[in-house]
C-alpha cells in the first residue's frame, strides 16, 4: 500500500529515473540558453564595453571569477637591514615623530601673556554700560527734543562715571579708557565721545593714549579729533605725534601747572569767540576759515555764509560751490550739518535738473557708501529734501 503511494506521489515521479528518461524534452533552445552559465551561452557577446569605448574588455564577473579562483600571495617578506629606519606602510600615512619645540622669544611671550582669551577681563566688573552712556554720541538732524534728553542723560552717566573713578575701581576704569584710547579707533563717534570725556575731565593722564590719535591720515575723523580735544586740554594746538610729545616731555603737571594750562585754556576760548564774531562782516574770511583746523571755527564759517546765502546776499551761484566743495570733504558731523542745510535751503526750490541740484545728489549718493559716520541721519535728511 505505501509502494503504491510513493509509486502515485507527483514527487517520486519527478525524481525517478526512470520517469525523468521517459518524458519528452519540453524546453527551447532560447530556453536553455537562459539556464545556461553566462560565459556558456552562445549568445554571450562583450558588446557593451566595446560599444562605448571602442576597446575589448572581459567582462567583470569573469574577473571576478578569476579572482576568486586565484591563490593568495605567498611573498616572502624580507625583515629590514640592521640599523635602517623602519618601513612605513604605503597605505598608511607615515608617522611624524615629535621634535622639539623652540621655546617662545621674549617677545612672543609677551604677545601670549597679553592675549590670553582664558585669562579673565580685568574690566569683568566695570558697568561698562555706564561707560557707553558717557560716550554716548547726539548726532545732528535729531529732533531738539531728543536733543536735549540725550544731553541730560549723558550727563547723568558722566558725573556717575566721574565719581567711579574716584573709587575703589579708579584705577581699572582708568587703564580700561586708555585702551578704549590706543585700540577703539575704529569706532571713530565713540571715540570722539570718549575723548571729549578726557577734555571734561581733565584727564591728563590719558593724554599720551589720546595722542595716537595724530597719527592717523589729517584728512579723517580720527585725527580731527585728536587734534581738537588736545587743544582743548593744552589750550594750543598740536600739528602731530612729534610736536605734542615735544611738549610735553618733561613736563610735571603740578598744580601751577594746572592752572596754566587753564590759563592757556581760557585764552584760546577768547581768540576763538572773538574770531567768530568778526566773521559775522567779514565774508571773504568766513570762505577763507571755511578750512580751519578748528571744527568750532569751521561751523561759525559756514553758519555765516549760510545765513548770507538765505539773505540773498551776493551770487548764490559763488557761494554755493565753495560750500558743495567744502561738503565734499567735511567729516566733522556738526559742520557737516551746517553746510548741508544751507545747501538744501538753497536748492530744494530749484528744478530736478539743475546742475547744483545733481552735483549735491551725486556727493549725498556717494557719502553712503563712504566710511564717513555719524552723518546717515543727514544724508537721508538731504536726499529726501532735494526735487527729483
Do not use: C
Request: charged content about 25%.
Amino acid at each position: 500500500m505505501l509502494a503504491l503511494l510513493g509509486a502515485l506521489s507527483p514527487w517520486a515521479r519527478a525524481n525517478d529515473p526512470a520517469q525523468t528518461q521517459a518524458q519528452a524534452p519540453r524546453t527551447s533552445p532560447a530556453l536553455d540558453d537562459l539556464l545556461r552559465s553566462p560565459l556558456d551561452r552562445p549568445s554571450f557577446e562583450t558588446w557593451s564595453w566595446a560599444a562605448w569605448t571602442g576597446e575589448q574588455r572581459e567582462p567583470v564577473f569573469a574577473l571576478d571569477l578569476q579572482a576568486q579562483d586565484a591563490e593568495p600571495s605567498q611573498d616572502e617578506v624580507t625583515p629590514p637591514a640592521e640599523g635602517a629606519p623602519p618601513v612605513a606602510d604605503p597605505v598608511e600615512p607615515p608617522v611624524v615623530l615629535e621634535t622639539e619645540v623652540a621655546p617662545p622669544t621674549e617677545s612672543e611671550a609677551a604677545v601670549e601673556s597679553v592675549v590670553d582669551a582664558s585669562a579673565p577681563s580685568p574690566f569683568a566688573d566695570l558697568d561698562l554700560g555706564l561707560f557707553a552712556r558717557s560716550v554716548a554720541p547726539v548726532p545732528p538732524g535729531i529732533p531738539e527734543s531728543r536733543v536735549k534728553a540725550r544731553t541730560s542723560a549723558r550727563a547723568t552717566a558722566r558725573a556717575e562715571l566721574a565719581a567711579a573713578l574716584e573709587g575703589p575701581d579708579g584705577e581699572a576704569w582708568s587703564a580700561f579708557l586708555q585702551e578704549q584710547l590706543r585700540y577703539g579707533q575704529d569706532a571713530p563717534t565713540t571715540w570722539r565721545g570718549l575723548a571729549d570725556l578726557v577734555v571734561e575731565f581733565e584727564l591728563f593722564e590719558l593724554a599720551p593714549a589720546l595722542a595716537t590719535g595724530l597719527e592717523s591720515d589729517p584728512a579723517e575723523l580720527v585725527f580731527q579729533v585728536s587734534r581738537h580735544t588736545l587743544g582743548e586740554l593744552y589750550g594750543r594746538d598740536f600739528t602731530d605725534l612729534a610736536d605734542f610729545e615735544s611738549f610735553t616731555e618733561g613736563l610735571d603737571l603740578t598744580p601751577g601747572t594746572r592752572r596754566l594750562l587753564g590759563e592757556l585754556r581760557t585764552a584760546r576760548a577768547g581768540s576763538r569767540a572773538r574770531l567768530l564774531e568778526l566773521l559775522n562782516y567779514d565774508r571773504d574770511a568766513a570762505v577763507e576759515h571755511l578750512v580751519d583746523a578748528d571744527p568750532v571755527v569751521r561751523a561759525g564759517a559756514a553758519s555765516v555764509l549760510a545765513t548770507a546765502l538765505a539773505a540773498g546776499e551776493g551770487e548764490a551761484s559763488a557761494l554755493l560751490p565753495v560750500l558743495l566743495d567744502r561738503l565734499t570733504v567735511e567729516r566733522w558731523p556738526n559742520v557737516a550739518a551746517v553746510l548741508l542745510d544751507a545747501a538744501g535751503d538753497a536748492l530744494e526750490a530749484r528744478p530736478a535738473g539743475d546742475p547744483m541740484v545733481e552735483r549735491l545728489r551725486r556727493g549725498l549718493a556717494d557719502a553712503t557708501g563712504a566710511p564717513t559716520t555719524g552723518v546717515e541721519l543727514l544724508v537721508a535728511t538731504g536726499l529726501a529734501r532735494l526735487p527729483w
